[in-house]
């Protein structure tokens, strides 16, 4: 049968976001593929060499929509670092509990997208709308939904009181009895186990040579999770339980992402549990010290590395970023060879794209 190549992207109701993929097939078989990107360059990383440091904030924040949260932490943990700035206790732990609320958030809405790409509208559905609760408890505390305005360099710009906490510990209860339904779905909805058990299995030696993170990693046998191996305050004493699987599937990949909404329910609670008092900030000075740092956090989709080089002035001299999508994204041509052609948007949806943090 002669081979005949499609094109997906860069608008296709597959993708949320702009990408260019060209899939050859034979019959139902595909083949191969490739990928292009460039759609969404926003030129973040230059643009940041052009504003002061509390600026950068605000634009590093809009990298991407659905992990803002953690992209800023990140940013201000490098600049603390470079100004030798101790965050107070009470900061770091709310910060880690946004960062939390986002990873729920983040895997709920990749759930969803799976679900309604191979058709199970009711998944989709009950997982949209779980995601409220976690957006409401951010809107709660922050005042933002998805961008949140919630870092500062030296800590946060909002705090809790008492008049929070019940409606947080009620939320967060509530979707804690919804995904115990949801994972007893998952596990046990044949349609779902037929659609993605077996599909596009990647091996760990494959997630190496590419440096894939993040959950598509661990769903693959790959125990690597930040938030444990290079702990940023207050990780260093939380405790929690890193998901993997052996496996590498599609399937794999679904049970991991959803296993990890409920360590972060986990983490949340253990977090309001042990909060310390005291103050949310500390002020810093504008102009940050001459040198270099790297850090790297735990984003929802893995390794969220940030590298900062200040000249010693009021702005940033480098900012570079290494999102954890573009890996996953050179990943993709690898699982679209030895596939169906009904399987194309189960691989798609498999490793959670998210262009515009990937393209910047």
Known sequence: ????????????????????????ISGEKVLGGSLRLGYVHRGIERLAQKRNYVQTIHLVERVCGICSHIHTTTFCQAVESLLKLEVPPRAQYLRALMCELERIHSHLLWLGILAKHVGLDTIFMHTWHDRELALDVMEEITGGRVLHGANQIGGVRFDLDESHFPMIHANLEKLRSQILGLLDI??????????????????????????????????????????????????????????????????????????EIRESLNLCEMILEDLPDGEVSKRAPRNVPEGEVIIRSEAPRGELFYYLRS????????????????????????????????DIPVVLAGVDLCVACADR
């Not at 860069?10 to 702009?18: A, D, F, G, R, W």
């Not at 940033?316 to 699982?335: D, E």
């Open 311 to 342: 000249d010693g002035t009021d702005q940033p001299a480098r900012l570079k970023i290494r999102t954890p999508t573009l890996a996953a994204l050179c990943l993709l041509p690898v699982q679209m060879s030895d596939i169906q052609v009904a």
């Open 1 to 24: 049968m002669s081979k005949i190549s499609i094109p997906i992207g860069p608008q296709h109701p597959l993708l949320k976001e702009p990408l260019s993929m060209k899939i050859d």
């Open 186 to 259: 998952l596990e046990n909805e044949p349609a779902l186990i037929a659609r993605t058990k077996g599909v596009a299995p990647v091996s760990q030696k494959t997630i190496r040579q590419y440096g894939v993170v993040g959950p598509v990693a661990r769903a693959s046998g790959v125990d690597v999770d930040m938030r444990r191996d290079n702990p940023l305050p207050p990780y260093d004493q939380l405790k929690f339980s890193v998901v993997t699987m052996p496996d590498g599937d599609a399937w794999a990949r679904t049970i991991v992402r959803a296993e």
